[in-house]
């Protein structure tokens, strides 16, 4: 029961130094343009030979992979761009009634990879043939599609757990409940998970953070507002709710000692800046440290019963949230760990369960984002599918959603925006020397992770079509293992750790690699038949603004090998900070949902990535285009014109108000319009695409300059 957050890391792929150009889009089915009369802003601001000499190709904006029908023309550009280029396809889309909102960049991937993977994940199920692979497939999803079974099994899958954690009396019985959960593949009070040492990133040790809350932020618990108490008086409605159905008889009691357990763990949990500075999260106190961090809890057992009995290496993101822990153990009666546990593992274990809890859950997610409806059943079962067995789905989809030519012409892409930050560190006026040689050093460095890895994992899973829950426990617990068998190893840096079709992007500081997987490499953020000003503005933003996370406030804080290195010299982490300073009060002046302004401190990183993001992808559009014979005018727009315009449609989007309030509290990036708006009025580029005067809504008189 965890809303999907938008995506904003970006990521690369593996960097092939060539020129190659995928082939010319294929002309669409509408080839005649954009009637005369919506032309009007597009033409007024063509310069119809952007380079001299170059012969003009006429193009339709969808022949080069725009949406004509997105545009909205009726707006100055210079005044709102978000809106020129979303709003038409704000006033005709609808959010669908099983999500919280409509995202081009995500939701729309999503649905148009759900589709492809249905259509494979039910032919798996009715005609597996002699295919070991489609076999497994179509067993695990099959069980996920037999209600009836599902029905019959009611709890028993999860009765074991539940019968451990009816023992808690004492610390020793906790501590063993906490740790049969955490090897289950359930989240517990606190996480555990495989991380490199940061002051040696070639090995794996063991690292210890904060968790323990069922809402996304420790705000919902302290703020104290009505839409946050709303959601509150909602969470503690939906424990009562799952209790009661669990057999408990004092459910509404234990459901407000849970909220109030839940609200001392929020309070000595960190908040989001608070956890920016990766120096804070860092606190290496190996085995023994801990045990004396927190000595209520019988670590030894702990670790014996999660199978890492000899662990020594390990690190803590704050010893204070483990002492804190240690209060809390101390404090808190067995009757209300044992409510509180209980509810977590029927809450995680929902989707495997009967009906009536999954609608019970559903409803809670409903108070949270204002989804109407449930996906349907099809949906979320492929979905489950694909992320326990990832890699048995991933042959298939990468052949036929992302093929060789596509991740040969990406790769051309991506290498692009890396040369362009290449370039780009060489010029910077607040980096110093000897930082700028250390940055050069650290790209040389990168290593890129692009559509689909070079060998398949397979599952040594035993799967029983008719029982649901006992395979996804099993495939849980399979992959809780096999993630913390990486501790005390050396790290292997050719693992992914996305699945090919997962719609998601990640950079790693510690491994300095960025990865892409084929999921996120779709229409409209990547297509091999769009032009390459249009997928430069898509998903050359996205990489653009992943290279630069690799030498912001955060990532410079990584050397080249992944460990944590000196900061910047004061000179330069001054200016840096006056430039950030820039961005926070920039942003901090946009109005979000609700009325309220925009968190500029909060979504600094990002707000600068995104910056950085658009100048790279549009000096490596250049580049790739730099060569060409001629030049691309599609229905009256410069090809400078079509990069802006690419960029803006892939972030156009829609949320229910409930949605967006909960983005504004746990979000890191800023909502659609001021990602597109606010990046675009710090880009001189743009200024001159469209001809915007200096004192226009999109060209502030102060731009923000960092990248």
């Avoid at 979303?86 to 759900?114: F, M, S």
Wanted: charged letters at 25%.
């Amino acid at each position: 029961m965890r809303a999907p957050l938008p995506i904003l890391l970006a990521t690369v792929a593996s960097a092939a130094c060539a020129t190659r150009q995928p082939p010319p889009p294929e002309p669409a089915p509408r080839s005649g343009g954009l009637p005369a009369s919506l032309r009007t802003v597009g033409a007024v601001m063509v310069e119809p030979r952007s380079r001299p000499g170059k012969p003009v190709t006429e193009r339709s904006l969808a022949a080069v992979g725009l949406d004509p029908a997105a545009l909205d023309l009726t707006v100055d550009p210079c005044d709102d761009f978000y809106q020129f280029a979303c709003g038409g396809w704000i006033k005709r889309t609808e959010i669908a009634a099983d999500q919280p909102e409509a995202r081009r960049c995500v939701v729309d991937i999503e649905n148009q990879n759900l589709l492809y993977e249905h259509a494979m994940l039910e032919q798996a199920r009715t005609r597996p043939g002699n295919d070991a692979t489609a076999r497994q497939l179509g067993a695990f999803y099959g069980s996920c599609m037999d209600e009836a079974a599902i029905g019959h099994a009611g709890l028993a899958p999860i009765r074991p757990l539940l019968a451990m954690i009816d023992r808690i009396k004492d610390a020793r019985s906790l501590t063993t409940a906490l740790a049969a959960i955490d090897a289950a593949g359930f989240a517990g009070l606190f996480t555990v998970s495989p991380v490199q040492d940061a002051a040696d990133a070639r090995n794996v040790i063991a690292g210890i953070d904060q968790g323990g809350l069922g809402l996304p932020d420790r705000d919902y618990y302290l703020s104290g507002d009505d839409p946050t108490r709303s959601v509150l008086t909602a969470y503690q409605a939906y424990i009562e709710g799952v209790l009661a159905a669990l057999g408990h008889k004092l459910a509404g009691q234990e459901a407000a000692d849970v909220v109030a357990l839940e609200t001392e763990i929020a309070r000595i949990s960190r908040d989001k800046l608070a956890r920016r500075d990766p120096r804070a999260s860092y606190h290496k106190i190996d085995r023994a440290g801990v045990a004396r961090a927190m000595p209520r809890l019988d670590w030894d057992a702990f670790w014996a019963g999660i199978g890492l009995r000899d662990v020594q290496g390990v690190t803590v993101g704050s010893p204070d949230l483990l002492a804190g822990l240690d209060r809390v153990l101390g404090s808190t009666r067995p009757e209300v760990w044992r409510a509180y546990l209980a509810f977590h593992v029927a809450d995680q274990a929902a989707p495997l369960l009967t009906r009536p809890l999954e609608d019970l859950q559903f409803k809670f997610t409903s108070a949270l984002t204002g989804q109407p409806e449930q996906s349907p059943r099809w949906k979320r079962c492929v979905a489950q599918t694909v992320d326990a067995l990832g890699d048995l789905v991933g042959p298939a989809f990468a052949r036929d959603r992302f093929g060789p030519a596509a991740r040969a012409a990406a790769e051309d892409q991506v290498f692009a925006v890396v040369t362009a930050m290449m370039a780009d560190l060489d010029a910077l006026p607040w980096m110093d020397d000897a930082t700028r040689a250390r940055a050069r050093d650290k790209l040389y460095a990168m290593t890129y992770q692009i559509g689909y890895p070079d060998r398949w994992r397979s599952y040594p899973l035993t799967l029983d079509p008719k029982a649901w829950a006992a395979n996804a426990l099993a495939a849980r617990r399979a992959e809780r293992a096999r993630q913390l068998a990486r501790i005390e190893k050396p790290v292997d840096r050719s693992d992914w750790q996305i699945a090919a079709p997962e719609v998601d992007a990640d950079y790693d500081p510690q491994l300095n690699r960025l990865l892409f997987p084929a999921g996120i490499l779709q229409p409209p953020l990547y297509s091999l038949r769009a032009a390459i000003p249009v997928n430069l503005g898509g998903i050359g933003v996205v990489v653009g603004h992943a290279l630069t996370h690799g030498f912001d406030a955060q990532g410079a804080r990584y050397d080249a090998t992944g460990n944590l290195a000196t900061a910047w010299p004061p000179a330069t982490e001054q200016q840096f900070r006056q430039r950030a300073q820039c961005v926070i009060d920039q942003y901090g002046g946009y109005e979000i949902g609700g009325g309220g302004r925009l968190d500029g401190a909060a979504t600094a990183d990002e707000n600068i990535a995104d910056i950085g993001g658009v100048k790279l992808a549009f000096a490596a559009y250049r580049q790739l285009r730099g060569a060409a014979s001629d030049t691309v005018i599609a229905d009256g727009f410069t090809e400078d014109q079509q990069f802006f315009v690419g960029f803006g449609q892939a972030w156009c989007a829609k949320a229910r108000p409930d949605y967006e309030r909960m983005l504004a509290m746990v979000a890191v990036h800023a909502p659609p319009r001021w990602r597109v708006n606010g990046a675009l009025s710090a880009t001189p580029e743009f200024a001159r695409a469209f001809r915007c005067k200096t004192g226009s809504k999109m060209v502030p008189a102060k731009q923000c300059v960092i990248w």
